[in-house]
Every structure is written in structure tokens, then in C-alpha cells.
């Protein structure tokens, strides 16, 4: 039997488990490797095969509904939903990501990550999330 | 030298067997129950501390076997503590190696992954687990077929020899007690399958291990009924012994196989929930049943309330069983 597509989340970093949860679960879906009608496990098997609490996963997946991504059934899991694409994001929303892009660039470059490398990364990672 | 002595020097050296197997039957990254990574059994530490485990057992083992070898006529009080001594004398000595090898303990990331499909319930080849029922309820049926050539002196306990030893006046109860038992036991293990199956994780799950567990439903399935028969139906005590060995050996084949190979699935779980390697405490982990790090099989996550209510429900179920044991067999 093929196995469905994978997320994986590192305990012992300092991102919350939920935002971890959250992030690998949209890559996957703006990736199309979860399409519309898809279904998710419930939190109660996910939280399982992750060791960690119900309402870990129970918040990341309440998350993703609020995103538009998912469709939550009580006691039945999550299905993944066609979500319409939505208005381009407001100023303030665009400022936001910058920061947080800016941020992160700022940590790359101080850990020695070259600024065309950086760049290359960006590109490659733009044409898998087209 | 005497059937019993013979007996139990072969439980003893099953029982050396198994402890000295044990470290060989734990998953690769873990060694005494420790974090080590799979390469450090190879490191000259790591064969040394196994080689002086393997002698210590090796050499309890071979004491108390020579015991009973050596001393003829010896009171079944001293039989028994033979037979149980060097088995905590080995348990003292893995707790002992356990200590020694902790100091190399890994510390690694806590990476976890899981795969995005929808719960599949209990594996297709659940309904195996079946047919094992089909033996004590066909011994019922022959017994109730063959009533008048039951004895009206119906034995209920059997010696070393397979002569019995203790009889009562033949009933129902007596006669179809120890039977109706055998499927009470039989159900025992199958909820514990449907549980394990349900309150682990899958994803690192040993296809081979949920296979040993109706295997064993298979050789307790023929055990039981066999002993249900004994009235009618002489079974030397050395097949059933033999049986059971034989088990033995390749569930520790299977389980090696399963759990011990280099790419074998392994389960992420905090070393700090861990006490002694063996005993797992984590209230933030739903999991009810986790993969053990010593030998192969699961152990209850005591930090999860659920694991409390199936562990009552289960002995609950075992004490019910006991009492009909008792009741159906009571002189």
C-alpha cells in the first residue's frame, strides 16, 4: 500500500509543535500533495503517531480551518477542501511577511549562508510551492 | 535423574536462553535499554560490556543447571528457587549493566514523524486471530459427544508426568469449566491485539509483532485444549513443553528480525520518560501502548489515565477468569 505524504516535527525546538504542525501541513497542501477530498487523520491518531498532546494537533488543525484549508468533522478527522484563491494579501499583511523574511534572511547570513546561495534557495523553493 | 529434574533443568537453560538473547532482541539504537545509537554495540566498550553481561548469565544459568543436575531427591521448595534464582540473579546483573551503560547515552533530536492518511482500524489479517477458538470449542463438543466414557473420578490437576493428581466428582462444570476458560483466555488475548492495534502508533509498528501475538493465541489455543482432553486423550507433558519451546524460539527469531534489524522502524520517545529502560511515564503522550527498549513487544505509557482503565478492564476480566478456573475445578 502506497503511504500518504509525511510531516515531520522536531520536539526539541523552539518552535511550538503546533506551528510545526501547521507549517509542514501547508507546504504539503500548497504543493498539492493534499488535494481537495483528501482526508487527514483525526487529532486523536495524528496526536498518536506524533507522541504529543490532543490539543496540539487539535490547534494546528482549527488553524488550517480558519486558513480555509480544511474541513473539520467532529470526531471524524479533517478533509482538505477546495479553497478559493484568496485577495492579494493587505499592506500590513505584506509588511508582516517582509519582517519575518527579513528576520530569517538576517539569521541565514549570520550563520554564514552566502547571499546568492540564500537567493538560489528562495528561487528553488518558489518553483516547488508554485 | 528424574522427569521433574529433566524438566526443569530445560526451563532453566530456555529461561539462560532468553536472558542471555535479550540484548540481541532490543531495537538496534538502543542497548540495555539505553539511547546508544546501533554502532556503539560494535565499539570496544560496547562488546565488552556485552561480553561480561553474556558471562555473568551464562554463568548463573549454568550453576543452577548443574544443581539440579548434580543433586538428586532435593525438596520441591529447593527445585523451585533454582529454577527462579539465577533468573534474578540475570535480571540483577542486566539492571546492573544497565548502570555501566548509561554514561554513553545519546542525546539526539527529537524528530517525529507521521503519515497524513486516515486510521485504517485493525489490519486485514485480523480474522487469523479467529480460528484458535475453534480448538477448546470442538474439545467442548467432542467431550459432550463422548460423556459416558469420561470418568465419574474427573481429574483436574496433572503432575510432572502428565499422570493426574487430583480429582473431583465428574460435573459440567468440572469437565467443561477448564474449557469455557480456554475461550475466556483466548478472548483475554484478542482484546489485548485489538488494543495494542488501536492505542500504538502505526507508523513504527513491526508488521512481525502483531504476528507473534496470534501466534501465541495459536499455541495457547492448542495448549488448552489439549489439557481440556486429558481426561480422555493422554498428551505427554514433554510436547507441550516442546510446543512451547519451539515458540519460544521463533517468536525470538521473528522478533529479531523485526525489531533488531538495522532498518527496522523505530519509535521516538522522550528518554527522560524512561525509568530503568523500562517503564515509560509521559502524560503529554496519548499513546497507551509504546514500543519496549529492552527485548521486543509493548509496554503500557503509565502516564496516560486511558492505560489505567485498560489495565483494570483487563484484570478485571482476568479475575473473572481465575474465579471460574477455581469454581469449575474445587473439589
Not at chain 1, 69 to 95: K, N, Q, Y
Amino acid at each position: 500500500m502506497a503511504g500518504g505524504p509525511k510531516i515531520r516535527i522536531d520536539l526539541s525546538s523552539q518552535v511550538p509543535a503546533y506551528r510545526q504542525i501547521v507549517d509542514a501541513i501547508r507546504v504539503l497542501l500548497v504543493n498539492g500533495d493534499l488535494r481537495p477530498g483528501s482526508d487527514l487523520p483525526s487529532v486523536r491518531q495524528l496526536a498518536m503517531e506524533l507522541g504529543v498532546h490532543f490539543n496540539t494537533v487539535g490547534e494546528g488543525y482549527r488553524q488550517l480551518a480558519e486558513e480555509g484549508w480544511l474541513d473539520l468533522r467532529h470526531g471524524r478527522g479533517a478533509r482538505v477542501i477546495a479553497r478559493g484563491t484568496p485577495a492579494a494579501a493587505s499592506p500590513e499583511r505584506l509588511e508582516e511577511f517582509r519582517v519575518r523574511m527579513r528576520n530569517m534572511i538576517a539569521e541565514m547570513r549570520a550563520t554564514g549562508i552566502p547571499a546568492a546561495k540564500i537567493a538560489g534557495e528562495l528561487r528553488a523553493l518558489m518553483e516547488v510551492l508554485q | 535423574m528424574t522427569r521433574p529434574v529433566w524438566m526443569l533443568t530445560a526451563i532453566v537453560i530456555l529461561e539462560g536462553a532468553v536472558m542471555m538473547a535479550l540484548p540481541y532482541l532490543s531495537p538496534r539504537r538502543m542497548f540495555f535499554g539505553v539511547r546508544t545509537g546501533a554502532e556503539f554495540r560494535a565499539t570496544g566498550a560496547g562488546r565488552k560490556i556485552l561480553a561480561q553481561y553474556i558471562g555473568w548469565v551464562f554463568g548463573w544459568f549454568s550453576l543452577a543447571a548443574a544443581i539440579l543436575i548434580g543433586t538428586g531427591g532435593l525438596e520441591d521448595s529447593t527445585l523451585a528457587a533454582l529454577t527462579i534464582a539465577p533468573m534474578v540473579l540475570a535480571l540483577a546483573t542486566f539492571l546492573w549493566t544497565y548502570f555501566r551503560v548509561r554514561p554513553y547515552a545519546l542525546k539526539v533530536p527529537d524528530v517525529r514523524e507521521a503519515e497524513l492518511s486516515p486510521e485504517r482500524g485493525l489490519p486485514w489479517w485480523g480474522w487469523l486471530a479467529l480460528p484458535p477458538f475453534a480448538g477448546p470449542a470442538a474439545a467442548i463438543f467432542y467431550l459432550r459427544a463422548h460423556w459416558s466414557e469420561i470418568p465419574e473420578r474427573y481429574p483436574v490437576h496433572f503432575g510432572w508426568n502428565g499422570a493426574p493428581d487430583r480429582w473431583v466428582a465428574k460435573s459440567e462444570a468440572a469437565v467443561f469449566g477448564r474449557l469455557w476458560f480456554s475461550e475466556g483466555m483466548l478472548l483475554l488475548m484478542l482484546l489485548l491485539w485489538a488494543a495494542v492495534m488501536i492505542g500504538s502508533r502505526k507508523s513504527v509498528r513491526p508488521t512481525a509483532i502483531p504476528g507473534i501475538f496470534v501466534g501465541g493465541m495459536y499455541l495457547m489455543g492448542a495448549v488448552l485444549t489439549i489439557v481440556g482432553l486429558m481426561p480422555l486423550v493422554r498428551a505427554p507433558v514433554t510436547a507441550l513443553l516442546g510446543l512451547t519451546v519451539a515458540f519460544v524460539a521463533a517468536a525470538c527469531m521473528a522478533g529479531w528480525r523485526a525489531n533488531a534489524m538495522p532498518n527496522a522502524p523505530a519509535e521516538a520517545t522522550p528518554d527522560e520518560c524512561w525509568t530503568l529502560g523500562s517503564i515509560y511515564v509521559n502524560s503529554n503522550d496519548p499513546a497507551i501502548f509504546v514500543q519496549k527498549r529492552i527485548g521486543f513487544g509493548y509496554t503500557v505509557n503509565l502516564g496516560n489515565i486511558w492505560s489505567y482503565v485498560v489495565l483494570g478492564g483487563f484484570g478485571l476480566f482476568g479475575a473473572a477468569m481465575a474465579t471460574l478456573i477455581w469454581w469449575s475445578q474445587r473439589g
